[in-house]
Protein backbone atom coordinates (compact mmCIF):
# COMPACT_ATOMS: atom_id res chain seq x y z
CA UNK A 1 0.00 0.00 0.00
CA UNK A 2 1.04 3.69 -0.78
CA UNK A 3 0.18 6.71 1.03
CA UNK A 4 0.21 10.53 -0.49
CA UNK A 5 0.97 13.17 1.81
CA UNK A 6 0.26 16.49 0.37
CA UNK A 7 1.27 19.62 1.97
CA UNK A 8 1.81 23.54 1.17
CA UNK A 9 -1.97 24.85 0.06
CA UNK A 10 -3.28 27.95 1.79
CA UNK A 11 -5.07 31.34 0.95
CA UNK A 12 -2.78 33.52 -1.01
CA UNK A 13 -3.14 37.27 -2.76
CA UNK A 14 -3.45 37.47 -6.35
CA UNK A 15 0.10 37.21 -7.82
CA UNK A 16 1.23 35.57 -5.21
CA UNK A 17 3.62 32.09 -4.86
CA UNK A 18 2.77 29.23 -3.33
CA UNK A 19 4.76 25.35 -2.94
CA UNK A 20 2.61 22.44 -3.36
CA UNK A 21 4.52 18.78 -1.73
CA UNK A 22 3.49 15.39 -2.18
CA UNK A 23 5.28 12.65 -0.39
CA UNK A 24 4.85 8.94 -1.20
CA UNK A 25 5.62 6.42 1.15
CA UNK A 26 5.02 2.67 2.03
CA UNK A 27 5.45 -0.50 -0.33
CA UNK A 28 7.34 1.31 -3.25
CA UNK A 29 9.73 -0.39 -6.19
CA UNK A 30 9.39 1.88 -8.49
CA UNK A 31 6.92 5.69 -9.27
CA UNK A 32 6.41 5.92 -12.69
CA UNK A 33 5.06 9.50 -13.48
CA UNK A 34 3.40 11.65 -10.77
CA UNK A 35 1.37 14.81 -11.64
CA UNK A 36 -1.42 17.19 -9.68
CA UNK A 37 -4.91 17.97 -10.43
CA UNK A 38 -7.50 20.13 -9.64
CA UNK A 39 -10.91 20.56 -9.09
CA UNK A 40 -13.89 22.83 -8.27
CA UNK A 41 -17.42 22.24 -7.28
CA UNK A 42 -19.65 20.98 -9.99
CA UNK A 43 -16.55 20.26 -12.21
CA UNK A 44 -14.33 17.34 -13.16
CA UNK A 45 -10.90 17.08 -11.84
CA UNK A 46 -8.41 18.57 -14.15
CA UNK A 47 -5.12 17.41 -15.00
CA UNK A 48 -3.07 20.72 -14.03
CA UNK A 49 1.02 19.19 -14.58
CA UNK A 50 2.72 15.53 -14.53
CA UNK A 51 5.94 14.52 -14.62
CA UNK A 52 7.41 11.44 -15.70
CA UNK A 53 10.11 9.08 -14.35
CA UNK A 54 12.65 10.60 -17.33
CA UNK A 55 11.68 14.06 -16.48
CA UNK A 56 9.39 15.28 -19.33
CA UNK A 57 6.80 17.39 -17.95
CA UNK A 58 3.63 18.67 -19.35
CA UNK A 59 0.98 20.55 -18.77
CA UNK A 60 -2.33 21.95 -18.76
CA UNK A 61 -2.60 25.38 -21.17
CA UNK A 62 -3.86 27.54 -18.42
CA UNK A 63 -0.91 26.92 -16.33
CA UNK A 64 1.77 27.18 -18.47
CA UNK A 65 4.74 29.26 -18.27
CA UNK A 66 3.48 30.08 -14.42
CA UNK A 67 3.62 26.71 -12.60
CA UNK A 68 6.69 24.36 -12.56
CA UNK A 69 6.81 20.45 -11.71
CA UNK A 70 9.54 18.37 -10.01
CA UNK A 71 10.30 15.54 -8.57
CA UNK A 72 12.98 13.88 -6.01
CA UNK A 73 13.43 10.38 -7.06
CA UNK A 74 15.18 9.82 -3.52
CA UNK A 75 12.25 11.02 -1.55
CA UNK A 76 9.52 9.93 -3.34
CA UNK A 77 8.63 13.76 -3.34
CA UNK A 78 6.87 15.85 -6.17
CA UNK A 79 6.63 19.58 -5.67
CA UNK A 80 4.34 21.97 -7.82
CA UNK A 81 5.94 25.67 -8.11
CA UNK A 82 2.69 28.08 -8.86
CA UNK A 83 4.15 31.44 -9.51
CA UNK A 84 1.42 34.44 -10.73
CA UNK A 85 -1.30 32.85 -9.11
CA UNK A 86 -5.00 33.82 -10.31
CA UNK A 87 -8.32 33.78 -8.95
CA UNK A 88 -9.44 30.93 -11.56
CA UNK A 89 -6.72 29.24 -10.10
CA UNK A 90 -8.80 28.66 -7.00
CA UNK A 91 -9.40 24.73 -6.45
CA UNK A 92 -8.65 21.70 -4.11
CA UNK A 93 -5.32 20.33 -5.59
CA UNK A 94 -4.78 16.68 -5.33
CA UNK A 95 -1.11 14.94 -6.29
CA UNK A 96 -1.76 11.28 -8.12
CA UNK A 97 1.22 9.21 -8.54
CA UNK A 98 1.64 5.64 -10.49
CA UNK A 99 3.86 3.02 -8.35
CA UNK A 100 4.70 -0.03 -8.47
CA UNK A 101 5.52 -2.06 -5.28
CA UNK A 102 7.00 -4.94 -7.93
CA UNK A 103 8.61 -3.05 -10.64
CA UNK A 104 5.60 -5.05 -13.14
CA UNK A 105 1.87 -4.56 -12.25
CA UNK A 106 1.46 -0.33 -11.67
CA UNK A 107 -1.11 1.46 -9.57
CA UNK A 108 -2.79 4.66 -9.57
CA UNK A 109 -3.09 6.56 -6.09
CA UNK A 110 -4.20 9.74 -4.87
CA UNK A 111 -3.65 12.33 -2.40
CA UNK A 112 -5.98 13.59 0.13
CA UNK A 113 -5.82 17.21 -1.37
CA UNK A 114 -4.77 20.60 -0.54
CA UNK A 115 -7.52 23.57 -0.86
CA UNK A 116 -5.49 26.96 -2.78
CA UNK A 117 -7.55 29.77 -2.70
CA UNK A 118 -6.14 32.62 -4.47
CA UNK A 119 -8.21 35.72 -3.09
CA UNK A 120 -7.63 39.41 -2.62
Known amino acids: QVQLVESGGGLVQPGGSLRLSCVASGSIFSINNMGWYRQVPGKERELVARIFDGGTANYADSVKGRFTISRDNVKNTVYLQMNSLKPEDTAVYYC??????????????WGQGTQVTVSS
Open 96 to 109: KIVASDDGMTYVWY
